[in-house]
């Protein structure tokens, strides 16, 4: 049974946390401060598992990954990286890694994943090894770790052409996801074509498709061809799937099964080679119950399924999106980017958003025109959140009101604001507590959590006398 790893980081503290913890596992472990004391022992001893860091002095991360592999091919190493970022990822596992894991790690999780590499090494499968590359891309940002899995189902798919499906709400990132899932896979230089079942009106579906031949209907006065033939050797990333109507799903089973097609109005079958990327913010198994979908289509479309989480679950990643944001609205409007105060960057990191990415991203550009100062307070922001805060839930929503209107009272020069929250507070849950007591003190009094002598001491306070019981 395979039991020995290698630690590799110029960081200390992880070293002693790792082998800490992986020793109390019962795994023996050995640790290196540098990847070249690593490389000298790695002819003499051998490890099961190699756990490495990327960025150390002298050899690499990534030099040691090369290394071992061509020693090892069957090595499972396990990459760690306090850079969260897509490429890390995607270039960790092209190199062979077997497991990406960004700093900071659960402890339990990095455990876990020596676990199953040991099993691996046990199991002495052989992972491929490929070669880096690069192609131009619009950065994605996610350091939440609900982002990082999507960085890591697309790193593990840069060597395959697989169908992939991906969910999540409207404007949560799928076409960017799509796009980074193409331009990390074995057809980065072949086109990627995006087409929105949603915004292509049901009688032009199929000629937007597959295409037409010249006089196929009215108006089609040439030949022209579809979005398959454009993107083949490619991907097309067919958006809001759900809503592709039942005669067009017949004809995309029909394809995906045979490699083939006939333009609208032609006769002569087109061959083409084309990756598919499905996405949808609907539910497909329920339109699949619900007979709206061809269940044979979407059983070929799930095959990797990719879940974009909503912006609310991963609220950490709000301030580096404004950011980016700020920063992509200043370069296009040729002004400076403007910079959140705490405050505002905390209020816009607690609302809903339930536009998601794409709303924040609307809001930083209306924020860099609108707002007059560098420095973004909370009163610059669009007042339509501020209406958001007083439609949402309101038993989350109240403290976030109060904050606003705490910092709006002392931004326009007003001073011993308790001396006017305090009391309104006070009124509106004694209010509240009488009105579910039929205006009884003694009852609402217990609803507080008061005696009723401090009731009636309050309500004179507050002016709110009533009648008595
Ligand atoms: N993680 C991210 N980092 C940077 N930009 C992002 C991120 N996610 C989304 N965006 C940006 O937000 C906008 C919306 O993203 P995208 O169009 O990919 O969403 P979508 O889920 O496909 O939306 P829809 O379902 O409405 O078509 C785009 O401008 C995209 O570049």
Known sequence: MSNRVWIIDDDRSIRWVLERALSRAGIETKCYESGDR???????????????????????????????????????????TAHSDLDSAVAAYQGGAFEYLPKPFDVDEAVAVTRRALAHASEQQIEPVAVENGTNRKEIIGEAPAMQEVFRAIGRLSHSNITVLI??????????????????????????????????????????????????????????????????????????????PAETQTRLLR??????????????????????????????????????????????????????????????????????????????????PKILTKEAEEYLSSLDWPGNVRQLENTCRWITVMASGREVHIEDLPQELHQQTANSDASQDWQKALRLWADQALANGRREILSEAVPA????????????????????????GWGRNTLTRKLKELGMNGDED
Do not use: C, W
């Open 38 to 80: 690593a490389l000298d022992d790695f002819y003499s001893d051998s490890p099961d598992v190699v756990i490495s860091d990327i960025r150390m002095p002298g050899s690499d991360g990534f030099k040691l990954l090369q290394r071992f592999q061509a020693e090892r091919p069957a090595l499972p190493i396990i990459i760690m």
């Open 167 to 244: 969910n999540g709400e409207s404007g949560t990132g799928k076409e960017l996801v799509a796009q980074a899932l193409h331009n990390h896979s074995p057809r980065k230089d072949k086109p990627f074509i995006a087409l929105n079942m949603a915004a292509i009106p049901k009688d032009l579906m199929e000629s937007e498709l597959f295409g037409h031949e010249k006089g196929a209907f009215t108006g089609a006065s040439a030949s022209r061809a579809g979005r398959f033939e454009q993107a083949n050797g490619g991907t097309l990333f067919l958006d809001e799937i759900g809503d592709m």
């Open 255 to 336: 394809v995906l099964a045979d490699g083939e097609f006939y333009r609208v109005g032609g006769h002569t079958p087109v061959k083409v080679d084309v990756r598919i990327i499905a996405a949808t913010h609907q539910d497909l198994e329920k339109l699949v119950e619900e007979h709206k979908f061809r269940e044979d289509l979407f059983h070929r479309l799930n095959v990797i399924r990719i879940h974009i989480p909503r912006l609310a679950d991963r609220r950490e990643d709000i301030p580096r999106l404004v950011r980016h944001f700020f920063n992509a609205a200043a370069k296009d409007l040729g002004v400076e």
């Open 425 to 448: 507070f006070e009124r509106a849950l004694i209010e509240i507590a009488l009105k579910h007591t039929a205006g009884r003190k003694r009852d609402a009094a217990e609803l507080l």
